[in-house]
Every structure is written in C-alpha cells, then in structure tokens.
C-alpha cells in the first residue's frame, strides 16, 4: 500500500507540474537568439554605432570631391573716423559706406599631392553715401574677379588624403565585420542568460520533485513509526529533509524569477509574458579543425583587418612627424579681373590678373626638436608593431584553445548524458529498495542528491557547448554546422 500509495502521489504531482509548465509558452533557444539580435538593447546600439561608422565613412570620401562654395559679406559702415592731414594733425569725418563682396568658387582636392585646385568667380560692390559732388572718385563702384585659377600646393608635407585613402576603406571594412561579431556575442550572451534561467527552471522542478516525494516519505515513516518499526531519529531526519525541500523551493523559485527578469530585459521580452524554455539537447555534428578555423578568422574577422590598419598609422605618424620638418607652400593664380562705374563695366575688356608666391620655413637651429619627433615617431611604430605581433600570436592561441575545448565539450555532453539516465535509474531502484525496507533513508538521500547533481551537470554541459558554439561562430564569422559565412563581404 505504502508503495502504490507513493506512486500515485507523485504522478499527481508531476501531471501538475507538467500541466503548469505547458500552460506558459514555451521558447527554444533559436527564438530566444532571434529576439535578441532584433529587439535587445545590444542589437539597438550594434545598429546604431553600424550606421554612425557608415556616415563617417561617407564623410571621409567627400574629402575627394570638389567643393562649389559661396562666400561673401554685406558691411555696412556708419561712423565717425579720425583722419590724419598733412601737418600732422588729425580731422574727423562721417564714414557712411556699403561695401559688399561676393565669391563663387569650385574647390577640388589633389589627393595624389594634398594640393588643391581652385576656380573663382567674384564681385564686390562700394557705395559712398556721404560723396561730395566735387569730390574725383565715383560716388558707386564694381570691381570683380571674371574668372581666375589657383593652385595651392604644399612641397615635401605629409599628405593627409593619401594615408586617408589607405586606412579608412580598412576602417569601414573593420566596422562592418565588427558588426557581425557584436551580432555573434549577442547571440553568445543570450545563451549564457537562456540556460541561466534553464538551470533555475529545472532547479525548481528538481526542488518541488523533491519536496513531494519527501513529503510522501514523511507520512510513509510517520506510519512506520505509529507501528514501531522505524526509529524516532529516523522520523526527525526525514521531517528536516521535508523542511529543506520546502526552502529549496521557495529559493529555487525567487531565482528563477530573477533569472527571467534577466532574460527578459535583455531580449525586450514583455513584462507580462509569461514563458518556459525548451531544452536543446539536439546539437549539430559536425568536425572542425584548427587550422580551418584560424583560416576563416583570419579572412573575416575585424581584428586581422585592424593588425594592418595599426601598421599603416605607425607608418603614417612616421611619415607626419617628417613632414613637419620642411614646410613649403607653392601658390599661383591666374585671372582676369576689372572695375568700373556699373556691372556691366566688370566683363568689358578685363585685365590679366597673375599672382606667383613660395612660402619657405626651414629650421635652422631647432635644438633637436625634429630629430626627437622622429625618434618618437619610430620608437612608437616599433612598439606597435611588437604588439600586433604578440596580439597575433594570442589572436591564434584563442582559436586553438576554442577550437579543442569545442571538441571536448561534445564528449562532455555524452557522458554527462549517459549519467543522467543512470542516475535516474539508479534512484528509482533505491526508491523501490527503500519501500520494502531494504535500505534506510540515508542512502535513499544520497540516490537523490546524486540524481539531481547529474541532471545538473547535464544541463550545464549543454550550457558550455551551446557557448562554445557561438563563440567559435564569432571568432571565425563562420557557421561550421551550415557550412556557410557569416559575413560575405560586398563586391
């Protein structure tokens, strides 16, 4: 009786359990993953640095393009001035002007010598409201510039555009694959957080399992006691072992609830959504090797790509720290400019306008000033480069480590599973043992605690894997169970 009684008693309440845990919906991993990469708060900011990283980039090729710019200024003077006369002393007169320019100028960059091409249009306008009617000048005058060419040319100066060109592509090409890499620690972080509530969810089935077998022995040794065969300290035992399991719950419940606070938040789960998650226990087979994986990282992840952009900016800090020893500056223009009395009086036989200038700034004596800013510049690229190379070298140990701890999690998974199932059977045989009488309670305690422990090693070995999984998937951006990039870079 006192084992059919038993048996009875707990498929009551695991049909509850089970009836409650399919009354919530239910989530498996690959939802949970979805959710996360497009409503979480990560996946929001990854978008948002994405396009912030995209605009800088377009900015950085408008460097290239030529510049239609119009400038110009309207002053309008009215005031008293102090004029000198000849003897030296001084009158003052009323100023009341309007003096106003214009210009229209297509600026282009050279990229190839950081010189610039201009071409310029420009017109200017004087009134003298105060104008004497015997006074020689015209009371209104035009002046303006027809057309006029300039260059400005720097000689032997560091050329920010052509370094420009050789590191911002690699930029923009680093932030799209960073992209994807945050895409893949997002998916990374949302399984650490579905299989945090994972193990508080079967912790709490574990815990109200427990608490209804134990309540089940309690009355079964109460009974035994009533007739005399079973000892009072035994009782005791079983009744702590009751008031335990209540605790567990209680705990295993207040931790679940905390864990799916978690989870929600981060994959913008409504509050009032209430869910279970499904075990994923079905893991894709598949073989992968090191020297696979360290190919497909080096191909598509970001930091390889980032090794030779940080080359680049040593060599160009380099090459600005030379070129601020010489500074040289070509200008010439040409044009053809005129005046006159109305507009039309600009564009009547305009006179040649040429202009030629070379600005020279050589150091003389600068007490080691260049000499150091070179020394500095190449100790700083070696130092560079002595730390790509050993972040290269632990970029390699990290695929490695990855890559074998990824086949050992696989057997981990096995065993762990096989464990399970013993330990399961191993306790439902101590169960039986025990309602006939032929073992006591102790080891009936330590059949369960060993049972539990292996469910939980179980869940935690799937917990590592899964982890694993994606962490191998960002640090090569390559699916090994798809066969397939993660990132396929844009022609």
Known sequence: MNKMFLRIFLIVQITFITFYASAQQSFPL?????????????????????????????????????????????????????????????????????????????????????????????????????????????????????????????????????????????RFEESKREYVEQMEFISREAVTRFFNVLQQQINLQIAQFNLANNDTIYKIEQGRYNIGTTSLDKLLQVELQLLRSRQAVAEASLQLETARLQLRSYIGLNDGEQFQLSLPEIIPTFMVTVDEALEYAKQNRAAYIAFERRRIEADREVAQARGQRWQTELTAAYGLNNNGLALNDIYVDPTEQQQFNLTLSVPVLDWGRNKSRMRTAIANKQFNDFAIAQEEVNFEQEIMTQVRQFEMLKLQIEITKKSDQVAAERYNVAQNRYLIGKIDITNLNIALNEKDDAKRSYIQALKDFWTAYYDLRRLTLYDFALKQLLYKQEE
């Open 30 to 170: 690959e939802e949970i993953i979805v959710r996360a990469k497009a409503q979480s708060p990560a996946a929001k900011q990854a978008e948002t640095r994405k396009e912030n990283r995209y605009w800088a980039y377009r900015y950085y090729k408008t460097n290239f393009n030529p510049q239609l710019r119009l400038s110009g200024q309207l002053p309008y003077t009215r005031r008293v001035t102090q004029a000198p006369l000849s003897d030296g002393t001084f009158t003052y007169a009323k100023v009341n002007q309007f003096n106003s320019f214009m210009n229209l100028g297509l600026e282009q960059p050279i990229p190839w010598t950081a010189g610039t091409v201009s071409v310029n249009s420009s017109i200017g306008y004087f009134n003298n409201y105060n104008h004497a009617p015997e006074s020689l000048s015209p009371k209104e005058q035009w002046s303006g510039t027809v057309m006029s060419v300039a260059l400005n040319q720097p000689i032997f100066s560091f050329n920010q555009l052509r370094w420009d060109k050789m590191t911002e592509p690699l």
